[in-house]
């Protein structure tokens, strides 16, 4: 669908939505760019403070992967007035504007509007140098592939619109989508790693191919190497399966071959994140340097795989 609108042109471009990364980023200067990305959804969670430093978090993750710092922000919502009361939403706002406080972004105010259910998010502006932009596009046969945070929230999610999630499983949950890419993002640029993207709605196979494609190249990812959040396989053989996980493994298998891997591995490597951790392409003689940085910030960090050369935009799932 997008392919029949007409691209953006401006020398000042530097980031477009032709490689599909994380926020479109414009020159200012020789040395500074102006970063903008824009994310909004209906609650994940039901505390409506929750949801908001959830949505918050989402948001900033765009500008995180992009190697830059947010400056501030603008809320977008939508709100039911005849079936939630006004509370909701500004528990909701007081969620994000928590985040924003953390982690010393601006807001600026938003725009809200009636409609038939509750959505929020920001739309955020952050600053970077061009020299220094990361990408998903740049990575390179023999860089390791690294992952931030556990997977499993659209599976969890499901899981708790059925009310059949329990205590223990929904805070950690809740605590792993409300923390930001922030000091991920830091110990990235600190080895310069060659691309960099989070995990969101496409999953994690989805992110990979993005980076695959625009980097030319091709990647091997192990199902048994992959970081989970507690109950997440359980959940799967329940049928606690979201419908973004069936799309985008209906997407994916054509792009991506398995070699071994059981239907559970299959979803958990498709499951649609919310505020997902950073996927990053790093040297190998890099890759201790960021997991050792990323454990001394208390971020977790695994290796997940490796890129290869072969047919761009491609990849392989082995058990």
């Given at each position: 669908m997008l392919s029949k609108l007409p691209e953006a042109s401006d020398p000042r471009l530097l980031v477009g939505g032709g490689?599909?990364?994380?926020?479109?980023?414009?020159?200012?200067?020789?040395?500074?760019?102006?970063?903008?990305?824009?994310?909004?959804?209906?609650?994940?969670?039901?505390?409506?403070?929750?949801?908001?430093?959830?949505?918050?978090?989402?948001?900033?993750?765009?500008?995180?992967?992009?190697?830059?710092?947010?400056?501030?922000?603008?809320?977008?919502?939508?709100?039911?007035?005849?079936?939630?009361?006004?509370?909701?939403?500004?528990?909701?706002?007081?969620?994000?504007?928590?985040?924003?406080?953390?982690?010393?972004?601006?807001?600026?105010?938003?725009?809200?509007?009636?409609?038939?259910e509750l959505t929020y998010g920001l739309a955020v502006t952050g600053l970077v140098d061009p020299a220094e932009i990361m990408r998903n596009g740049g990575a390179r046969p023999g860089d390791r592939l690294v992952l931030t945070k556990p997977l499993?929230?659209?599976?969890?999610?499901?899981?708790?619109?059925?009310?059949?999630?329990?205590?223990?499983?929904?805070?950690?949950?809740?605590?792993?989508?409300?923390?930001?890419?922030?000091?991920?993002?830091?110990?990235?640029?600190?080895?310069?790693?060659?691309?960099?993207?989070?995990?969101?709605?496409?999953?994690?196979?989805?992110?990979?191919?993005?980076?695959?494609?625009?980097?030319?190249?091709?990647?091997?990812?192990?199902?048994?190497a992959l970081p989970l959040l507690p109950g997440v396989r359980e959940a799967v053989e329940a049928g606690m399966v979201p419908e973004g996980l069936i799309a985008n493994r209906e997407w994916a298998k054509d792009k991506v071959s398995f070699e071994g891997v059981d239907s559970i591995g299959i979803a958990l490597a498709c499951d649609p994140q919310t505020s997902g951790g950073l996927l990053a392409a790093v040297r190998p003689a890099e890759t201790d340097a960021l997991l050792a940085a990323l454990a001394d910030r208390g971020v977790s960090g695994t290796v997940i795989g490796e890129i290869l050369a072969g047919v761009p935009g491609t990849g392989v799932l082995v058990r």
């Open positions: 490689t599909f990364d994380d926020a479109g980023v414009l020159r200012l200067s020789a040395s500074q760019a102006l970063v903008q990305s824009v994310d909004f959804f209906t609650p994940v969670v039901d505390d409506p403070y929750d949801f908001g430093r959830i949505a918050a978090a989402n948001a900033l993750s765009d500008i995180f992967a992009m190697g830059a710092t947010p400056l501030c922000a603008l809320a977008v919502c939508t709100f039911p007035v005849n079936t939630l009361p006004l509370a909701a939403l500004r528990e909701t706002l007081a969620g994000g504007l928590a985040t924003l406080r953390a982690e010393g972004v601006v807001p600026l105010g938003g725009h809200t509007v009636k409609g038939p499993g929230t659209g599976v969890l999610a499901t899981a708790l619109k059925r009310e059949v999630l329990a205590d223990r499983v929904y805070r950690v949950l809740v605590e792993t989508m409300a923390g930001t890419n922030r000091l991920a993002a830091e110990c990235c640029r600190e080895v310069a790693v060659h691309a960099l993207t989070d995990i969101s709605g496409f999953g994690l196979l989805g992110h990979a191919l993005e980076m695959a494609a625009a980097s030319g190249v091709t990647f091997r990812v192990a199902a048994s």
